[in-house]
Structure formats: C-alpha cells, structure tokens
C-alpha cells in the first residue's frame, strides 16, 4: 500500500531534549516536505527537499533541521525544543518534473513541549 | 504570504451542491491549482487539481476562470462525510504555501 508513514504519533518532552520525528515513503517520491499546524494558522512549511540531499527552508525553518541521505526517509529533528514548538507536524512526499504531481500526507505527529 | 483567499466558512445543505471559491490572482502561467482537505486533525487528502481547463474527477469538479484568477471546487451532492477543511494552493515553485482554508459545514 502506498503510503507516508511518521513515528512517533504522539509525544511530549521536555524543553532543550533533542528529538527526531522520522518520515517514511514507499513511493519513490523525490519531493519530500514538513509542515506544522497550529490552531487559526493553517499548515506552514517548514523544510522541503527536491531529492536526496537536497533540502531548503519553507516559511518557518526557525529551530528545526532536516536530512535526506536516503529517497525514502525525511527525519525533521528538534535540536533544542521549546514549548512554541507545540503542535501538529505532517510530512508529505510527491513526484516532481514536468506537470503536477499531488501530495501524499502522512497520518500526523501531534508534539507537546512542556 | 498565501497566493490564495478563501471564504473561512461556509455551510451547504446535505444532497446539495457545495460550491467553494478561491481567488489566485497573482497566478503565473505554469501554476497548478490544487485542492485538498482536512477532516478533523487527520493528513490533508488530494482531491483535484487543473491549470486552466475544468477538470472533473469522482470526487469532485473545479472550475477555473477564463483569466485563471479564480475557482471554484464543487462537491456535486454533499454528504455529512464531506464536513472539513478545504485548501487551494497555488504550488509556487518547489516552495508550497497553505492558506487557512474554508471549514466547510454540511447542515442535514
């Protein structure tokens, strides 16, 4: 079945204790993205990547790093999380080229920094 | 910034048409329009997207204007299944911006 797949789904932690939520796809997808969503602000890019080590900032890259040594892995890591880190995380993977290609979203991470 | 406005709420009668519009008047030649949606807080799911003919699909039709500043998505009966989020987004190059959204209710 194809899919995108996160781990963990839920998680609290502590502020300053480093974390990574790790990013699965199966579909050969070169297009690879993170966005969180927060209540009354929609969902806002954080990272995207074009293909294997090939990564650039979204609209809000402050505090977060990413990593793309493998096609289908996208791990979004929180070096030093603070509680406005709080929320709802989505990875997302898509084809590239010529013409449009559609968005698979992955199931959700919902964080909780304390 | 969004490349795209949608109304925050709408409602639409369970059996009827729910008709959605977006504007994207800033939409260059090579843009796609897409549209997805939110049910509760699960992943945004693909519903349709086009460049500048109407396009229809099981799911649902969009309607995009002659001049490619507008359109419209059109669920063609509404169930109760189909209350959520629903985004337009105008891919701008590799960078992709979600605006709020219009959270679509269907009254039964």
């Known amino acids: 079945e194809a899919q995108v797949t996160q781990n963990p789904r839920y998680l609290i932690t502590v502020t300053g204790k480093k974390l990574t939520v790790t990013c699965s796809q199966n579909?050969?997808?070169?297009?690879m993205s993170w966005y969180r969503q927060d209540p009354g602000l929609g969902l806002r890019q954080i990272y995207y990547?074009?293909?294997?080590?090939?990564?650039d900032k979204g609209d809000v890259p402050e505090g977060y790093k990413v990593s793309r040594k493998e096609k289908r892995n996208f791990p979004l890591i929180l070096e030093s999380p603070s509680p406005n880190q709080t929320s709802l995380y989505f990875c997302?993977?898509?084809?590239?080229?010529?013409?449009?290609?559609?968005?698979?979203f992955g199931p959700g991470t919902r964080l909780t920094v304390t | 910034d969004a490349k795209t406005t949608q109304p925050p709420s709408m409602d639409c009668a369970e059996g009827r048409a729910a008709n959605l519009p977006c504007n994207h008047s800033?939409?260059?030649?090579?843009?796609?329009v897409y549209w997805y949606r939110q049910i509760h807080s699960q992943g945004p799911q693909y519903i349709i997207h086009?460049?500048?003919n109407n396009e229809t699909n099981e799911m649902a039709s969009l309607i995009i204007t002659e001049d490619r500043k507008s359109s419209t998505l059109i669920l063609p009966h509404a169930t109760l299944r189909d209350t959520a989020v629903y985004y337009c987004?105008?891919?701008?190059?590799?960078?992709?911006?979600f605006g709020k959204g219009t959270r679509l209710h269907i009254l039964p």
């Open positions: 990547s074009m293909n294997v080590e090939a990564t």
């Open positions: 987004i105008v891919r701008e190059g590799d960078k992709i911006i």
């Open positions: 997302a993977s898509s084809f590239l080229g010529i013409g449009s290609y559609e968005q698979y």
């Open positions: 086009g460049l500048k």
């Open positions: 800033t939409i260059s030649g090579n843009e796609y």
């Open positions: 579909m050969n997808h070169e297009y």
